[in-house]
């Protein structure tokens, strides 16, 4: 009874407090025009709606990171150093996603609260690829790793890969920004970053002149790249596209980092 005293007791008081507020109000209402009341109702409708619609974009901002990349180029060693700071596991080609969502090791021992970051290792084997349109309409970005060692063999094979996923409505439509990864850039006979981009433009620009064809002849739909009549290069992609390298046995991806964490927000 006491307690139920104590809670009467402040909501008479809360009410005392808030009674000046009503009267001001009701002596308002009295001796508004209806335009006036018509315009103090619809600014309060959109004060509302907009709050809403605010409160919604940063709840439905995406976290998630897919890694996207052939087989061996070393994806799944990047998902461990990103997570643990180790290569450990990593040494295996994976069959199956490797997910999670973590604050990347090297915020660790920051001070103050870090977004964690929702990271997804997509498998590269060309029949397990399908499963990378499962997690691309969440992407905030995508990280598509290339061997910095192994890129001739493999140059037409990853170009492939990247002018698919550069060319899928969901990653065009929301502009969805792309990391094109050099790895394993610490061994001496690994190939240059600007190479890299050279070749990977070179390729891309054959698959478009064959694709394109194939577009004309009414054979398929597919999203084309690049500017008609101009040689191909990622600037003219509708969506960024950068390039950068580092080392994932190392854990050296200082500029792969600052890509996640220009997506996901710290």
Do not use: W
């Amino acid at each position: 009874m006491e307690a139920l005293e104590q809670v009467k007791d402040r909501l008479q008081d809360l009410k005392s407090q808030l009674q000046p507020y009503c009267d001001e109000l009701r002596l308002y209402l009295q001796q508004a025009t209806p335009v006036q009341l018509y315009i103090a109702i619809a600014v309060l409708v959109f004060t509302v709606l907009l709050l809403s619609f605010t409160r919604l974009f940063r709840r439905s901002k995406s976290n998630t990171i897919v890694l996207a990349g052939l087989s061996g180029s070393g994806k799944t060693v990047i998902f461990y150093q990103l997570r643990d700071g180790s290569a450990h596991q990593g040494t295996v080609t994976s069959m199956d996603p490797n997910e999670g969502t973590f604050v990347l090791h090297t915020e660790t021992e920051k001070k103050g609260k870090i977004k964690p970051v929702h990271v997804v290792d997509v498998p590269g084997h060309s029949r397990l690829r399908p499963k990378l349109d499962e997690f691309l309409p969440q992407a905030a970005g995508v990280v598509f790793v290339v061997d910095g060692l192994e890129f001739l063999p493999n140059c037409r094979a990853a170009s492939e890969y990247l002018y698919d996923i550069l060319t899928k409505s969901s990653i065009v439509k929301k502009r969805v920004p792309v990391f094109i990864f050099c790895n394993k850039m610490d061994k001496a006979s690994a190939h240059s970053k600007e190479f890299i981009r050279k070749q990977l433009e070179k390729e891309i620009e054959k698959l478009r002149a064959s694709r394109t064809a194939v577009s004309d002849a009414d054979l398929t739909s597919e999203i084309t790249l690049g500017i008609p009549g101009q040689p191909f290069a990622f600037s003219q992609c509708q969506n960024p596209v950068t390039v950068g390298e580092g080392s994932g046995l190392n854990g050296e991806l200082y500029q792969l980092e600052q890509f996640l964490r220009t997506q996901v927000k710290p």
